[in-house]
């Protein structure tokens, strides 16, 4: 889902898994973290980075129906 509001583009990104757990919850954007058996762990820390960089923000909201990741960028 992508809407403008408040001069900022707002962008929801949601599954429906079986949520995220706390232990994982606080370590979801740390470099090198993941729980899968591949992967560097860097692609949530980079997008995180790059979201910033840019003066956005990015977060997740979870349960046990599904997450949804949360990209707000400036327009200008």
Not at 29 to 47: D, E, H, N, Q, V
Not at 48 to 63: A, M, Q
């Amino acid at each position: 889902e992508l809407k403008a509001e408040s001069g900022c583009v707002l962008i929801k990104i949601k599954d429906n898994g079986s949520g995220i757990p706390n232990e994982v919850a606080e370590h979801i954007f740390s470099p090198y973290f993941t729980t899968k058996g591949s992967g560097t762990g860097l692609g949530l820390a980079m997008t995180k980075r790059i979201v910033e960089f840019w003066n956005g923000k990015i977060w997740f909201e979870t349960s046990e129906k599904g997450t949804t990741f949360f990209i707000e960028l400036p327009l200008a």
